[in-house]
T-cell receptor
Protein backbone atom coordinates (compact mmCIF):
# COMPACT_ATOMS: atom_id res chain seq x y z
CA UNK A 1 0.00 0.00 0.00
CA UNK A 2 1.52 3.29 -1.13
CA UNK A 3 -0.63 5.58 1.09
CA UNK A 4 0.35 9.24 0.66
CA UNK A 5 3.28 9.81 -1.68
CA UNK A 6 5.15 13.09 -1.86
CA UNK A 7 7.73 14.13 -4.44
CA UNK A 8 10.39 15.37 -4.41
CA UNK A 9 11.79 14.49 -0.99
CA UNK A 10 14.43 17.20 -1.21
CA UNK A 11 14.63 20.39 -3.30
CA UNK A 12 16.86 23.44 -3.38
CA UNK A 13 15.55 26.57 -5.10
CA UNK A 14 16.84 30.04 -5.73
CA UNK A 15 14.79 33.04 -4.68
CA UNK A 16 12.19 33.81 -7.31
CA UNK A 17 12.05 30.35 -8.85
CA UNK A 18 8.81 28.45 -9.03
CA UNK A 19 8.13 24.79 -8.42
CA UNK A 20 5.42 22.28 -7.64
CA UNK A 21 5.39 19.79 -4.78
CA UNK A 22 3.45 16.71 -5.77
CA UNK A 23 1.12 14.76 -3.50
CA UNK A 24 -0.78 11.63 -4.47
CA UNK A 25 -2.89 9.23 -2.42
CA UNK A 26 -4.29 5.87 -3.44
CA UNK A 27 -6.87 5.47 -0.67
CA UNK A 28 -9.77 7.29 -2.39
CA UNK A 29 -9.72 9.95 0.32
CA UNK A 30 -11.96 12.99 -0.03
CA UNK A 31 -9.91 15.30 2.12
CA UNK A 32 -6.35 16.39 1.34
CA UNK A 33 -4.22 19.10 2.87
CA UNK A 34 -0.78 20.67 2.92
CA UNK A 35 1.12 21.65 6.05
CA UNK A 36 4.49 23.26 6.57
CA UNK A 37 6.74 22.67 9.55
CA UNK A 38 9.51 25.04 10.49
CA UNK A 39 12.34 23.92 12.79
CA UNK A 40 11.20 23.22 16.35
CA UNK A 41 7.61 24.11 15.60
CA UNK A 42 4.32 22.37 15.04
CA UNK A 43 2.61 22.04 11.70
CA UNK A 44 0.74 24.93 10.10
CA UNK A 45 -2.02 24.40 7.57
CA UNK A 46 -1.43 25.99 4.16
CA UNK A 47 -4.33 24.85 1.98
CA UNK A 48 -6.83 22.04 2.03
CA UNK A 49 -9.41 20.39 -0.20
CA UNK A 50 -12.60 18.55 0.71
CA UNK A 51 -13.02 17.02 -2.74
CA UNK A 52 -12.13 17.34 -6.40
CA UNK A 53 -12.65 20.90 -7.60
CA UNK A 54 -12.87 22.35 -4.08
CA UNK A 55 -10.00 24.04 -2.27
CA UNK A 56 -9.73 26.47 0.62
CA UNK A 57 -7.10 28.42 2.52
CA UNK A 58 -5.56 27.42 5.81
CA UNK A 59 -3.54 29.45 8.29
CA UNK A 60 -0.62 30.40 6.05
CA UNK A 61 -1.73 30.39 2.38
CA UNK A 62 0.25 33.36 1.05
CA UNK A 63 2.76 32.47 -1.64
CA UNK A 64 1.17 29.10 -2.40
CA UNK A 65 -1.43 27.88 -4.88
CA UNK A 66 -3.27 24.58 -5.03
CA UNK A 67 -5.72 22.82 -7.30
CA UNK A 68 -7.60 19.53 -7.05
CA UNK A 69 -8.54 18.22 -10.48
CA UNK A 70 -8.67 14.57 -9.38
CA UNK A 71 -9.40 12.79 -6.11
CA UNK A 72 -5.92 11.33 -6.04
CA UNK A 73 -3.70 14.37 -6.58
CA UNK A 74 -3.23 17.64 -4.71
CA UNK A 75 -0.17 19.59 -5.93
CA UNK A 76 1.22 22.61 -4.08
CA UNK A 77 2.70 25.37 -6.22
CA UNK A 78 5.21 27.94 -5.09
CA UNK A 79 4.89 30.82 -7.55
CA UNK A 80 8.00 32.81 -6.61
CA UNK A 81 10.04 31.13 -3.90
CA UNK A 82 11.30 33.17 -0.95
CA UNK A 83 13.78 32.19 1.80
CA UNK A 84 10.89 32.36 4.28
CA UNK A 85 9.41 29.33 2.50
CA UNK A 86 12.33 27.16 3.54
CA UNK A 87 10.57 24.42 5.46
CA UNK A 88 9.47 20.80 5.50
CA UNK A 89 6.16 20.32 3.73
CA UNK A 90 3.74 17.54 4.58
CA UNK A 91 0.75 16.38 2.59
CA UNK A 92 -2.04 14.61 4.47
CA UNK A 93 -5.32 12.97 3.53
CA UNK A 94 -8.33 11.47 5.23
CA UNK A 95 -11.33 9.47 4.17
CA UNK A 96 -13.87 12.06 5.13
CA UNK A 97 -14.19 15.53 6.51
CA UNK A 98 -16.25 14.35 9.43
CA UNK A 99 -15.51 12.00 12.25
CA UNK A 100 -13.13 10.46 12.88
CA UNK A 101 -11.09 12.11 10.15
CA UNK A 102 -7.88 10.28 10.89
CA UNK A 103 -5.15 11.96 8.85
CA UNK A 104 -2.56 9.98 6.93
CA UNK A 105 0.66 11.89 6.30
CA UNK A 106 3.31 11.61 3.64
CA UNK A 107 6.99 11.45 4.51
CA UNK A 108 7.57 15.11 3.80
CA UNK A 109 9.35 17.28 1.24
CA UNK A 110 12.29 19.30 2.53
CA UNK A 111 12.61 22.60 0.65
CA UNK A 112 15.49 25.04 0.91
CA UNK A 113 15.25 28.45 -0.74
CA UNK A 114 18.54 30.29 -1.14
CA UNK B 1 -10.41 26.89 16.90
CA UNK B 2 -10.24 25.84 20.53
CA UNK B 3 -6.66 25.64 21.81
CA UNK B 4 -4.76 22.99 23.70
CA UNK B 5 -1.92 23.36 26.19
CA UNK B 6 0.76 20.69 26.61
CA UNK B 7 4.08 20.60 28.46
CA UNK B 8 7.03 21.27 26.19
CA UNK B 9 8.86 18.12 27.20
CA UNK B 10 8.63 15.00 29.35
CA UNK B 11 10.96 12.15 30.19
CA UNK B 12 10.29 8.53 30.91
CA UNK B 13 12.19 5.32 31.43
CA UNK B 14 11.85 2.35 29.14
CA UNK B 15 9.22 -0.21 30.16
CA UNK B 16 7.46 2.29 32.44
CA UNK B 17 4.05 3.89 31.83
CA UNK B 18 3.89 7.44 30.49
CA UNK B 19 1.07 9.91 31.09
CA UNK B 20 1.03 12.83 28.67
CA UNK B 21 -1.35 15.61 29.77
CA UNK B 22 -3.31 18.05 27.64
CA UNK B 23 -5.48 20.95 28.78
CA UNK B 24 -8.31 22.18 26.57
CA UNK B 25 -10.46 24.36 28.79
CA UNK B 26 -12.30 26.02 25.86
CA UNK B 27 -13.36 22.75 24.23
CA UNK B 28 -16.83 22.79 22.73
CA UNK B 29 -19.37 20.01 22.97
CA UNK B 30 -18.75 18.90 19.39
CA UNK B 31 -14.94 18.82 19.51
CA UNK B 32 -13.18 15.49 19.32
CA UNK B 33 -9.81 15.06 21.03
CA UNK B 34 -7.17 13.67 18.70
CA UNK B 35 -3.61 12.63 19.44
CA UNK B 36 -0.86 12.35 16.87
CA UNK B 37 2.83 11.70 17.26
CA UNK B 38 5.78 12.58 15.08
CA UNK B 39 8.90 10.45 15.12
CA UNK B 40 12.17 12.14 14.09
CA UNK B 41 12.31 13.01 10.39
CA UNK B 42 8.87 11.54 9.70
CA UNK B 43 5.37 12.81 9.14
CA UNK B 44 2.91 12.71 12.04
CA UNK B 45 0.97 9.53 12.63
CA UNK B 46 -2.43 9.09 14.19
CA UNK B 47 -2.46 7.64 17.70
CA UNK B 48 -5.98 7.79 19.10
CA UNK B 49 -9.08 9.95 19.40
CA UNK B 50 -12.10 10.28 21.68
CA UNK B 51 -15.13 12.40 22.51
CA UNK B 52 -16.29 11.72 26.06
CA UNK B 53 -15.44 8.17 27.08
CA UNK B 54 -12.02 6.71 27.69
CA UNK B 55 -10.62 4.91 24.67
CA UNK B 56 -8.10 2.12 24.18
CA UNK B 57 -6.32 0.86 21.11
CA UNK B 58 -3.20 -1.14 20.40
CA UNK B 59 -0.98 1.93 20.66
CA UNK B 60 -2.29 3.78 23.69
CA UNK B 61 -5.17 4.73 25.96
CA UNK B 62 -6.92 8.07 26.15
CA UNK B 63 -8.40 9.22 29.44
CA UNK B 64 -10.81 12.15 29.18
CA UNK B 65 -11.83 14.19 32.21
CA UNK B 66 -15.51 14.25 33.07
CA UNK B 67 -15.77 17.96 32.23
CA UNK B 68 -13.72 17.35 29.05
CA UNK B 69 -11.39 20.24 29.87
CA UNK B 70 -8.39 17.98 29.97
CA UNK B 71 -7.22 14.61 28.72
CA UNK B 72 -4.27 12.27 29.18
CA UNK B 73 -2.59 10.04 26.66
CA UNK B 74 -1.29 6.90 28.33
CA UNK B 75 1.48 4.75 26.91
CA UNK B 76 1.38 1.63 29.06
CA UNK B 77 4.99 0.54 28.60
CA UNK B 78 7.25 3.05 26.93
CA UNK B 79 9.81 1.81 24.44
CA UNK B 80 12.69 3.67 22.83
CA UNK B 81 10.62 3.80 19.66
CA UNK B 82 8.00 5.91 21.48
CA UNK B 83 10.39 8.86 21.67
CA UNK B 84 8.58 11.47 19.60
CA UNK B 85 6.67 14.73 19.69
CA UNK B 86 3.09 14.12 20.79
CA UNK B 87 0.36 16.48 19.64
CA UNK B 88 -3.03 16.90 21.30
CA UNK B 89 -5.53 18.43 18.86
CA UNK B 90 -9.20 19.34 18.95
CA UNK B 91 -11.25 18.60 15.88
CA UNK B 92 -14.78 19.76 15.19
CA UNK B 93 -17.29 17.04 14.39
CA UNK B 94 -18.09 18.40 10.96
CA UNK B 95 -14.89 20.28 10.28
CA UNK B 96 -11.94 19.05 8.33
CA UNK B 97 -9.11 21.15 9.71
CA UNK B 98 -6.61 20.00 12.32
CA UNK B 99 -4.62 22.73 14.05
CA UNK B 100 -1.35 21.49 15.50
CA UNK B 101 0.28 23.15 18.49
CA UNK B 102 3.92 22.65 19.46
CA UNK B 103 3.30 19.35 21.22
CA UNK B 104 5.25 17.52 23.92
CA UNK B 105 8.70 16.13 23.20
CA UNK B 106 8.87 12.74 24.91
CA UNK B 107 12.30 11.37 25.72
CA UNK B 108 12.55 7.68 26.69
CA UNK B 109 15.62 6.67 28.64
CA UNK B 110 16.99 3.11 28.35
Amino acid sequence: NAGVTQTPKFQVLKTGQSMTLQCAQDMNHEYMSWYRQDPGMGLRLIHYSVGAGITDQGEVPNGYNVSRSTTEDFPLRLLSAAPSQTSVYFCASSYSTGVPGELFFGEGSRLTVL
Amino acid sequence: DAKTTQPNSMESNEEEPVHLPCNHSTISGTDYIHWYRQLPSQGPEYVIHGLTSNVNNRMASLAIAEDRKSSTLILHRATLRDAAVYYCILKETSGSRLTFGEGTQLTVNP
